[in-house]
């Protein structure tokens, strides 16, 4: 993989402190890294000399990842879970995952394979491009 992607830069991403989830983070990066990086055009992840490209890149892939794994803690038992006592109020984290989720897809949204132009549109559609065309009277073009 061209971008390196780490666990401690997913929980500073998802404000998460503890190690507890440093295993199914992981997991997470070896699982979706590969098919993020799959879906950007090959010409952006080997241009490595464009340092400013290849930060976007990763903060798109990363952003991607965190959004997931943020998913991936709301959908924990008791995550959504709220109680009040003493008029102090304690609920879930307003932070949602399918924003930053969405916020990844965007910024990698110019680099991906389907934003490039169709191989038939960027190519001739003839093979006789330096040929003249004739046509004879008695033939039906259209």
Not at 54 to 60: E, H, R, S, V
Not at 118 to 128: G, K, N
Request: charged letters at 20%.
């Amino acid at each position: 993989m061209a971008i390196s992607i780490t666990a401690a830069e997913v929980k500073r991403k998802a404000m998460v402190s503890v190690s507890d989830y440093d295993a199914s983070i992981a997991s997470l990066i070896a699982e979706m890294q590969p098919a993020l990086e799959y879906s950007i055009a090959d010409s952006y992840l080997s241009d490595t000399t464009n340092t400013n490209l290849q930060a976007t890149l990763k903060l798109g892939i990363l952003e991607m990842i965190t959004g997931e794994f943020i998913e991936q803690l709301r959908r924990e038992i008791g995550a959504s879970e709220e109680f009040s006592a003493g008029g102090v109020s304690v609920s879930a984290s307003a932070l949602r995952g399918v924003d930053i989720i969405q916020q990844g897809a965007t910024r990698l949204a110019p680099y991906l394979k389907t934003s490039l132009p169709a191989e038939s549109d960027a190519m001739p559609s003839s093979t006789t491009a330096d040929r003249e065309t004739v046509f004879s009277r008695t033939e039906e073009v259209w």
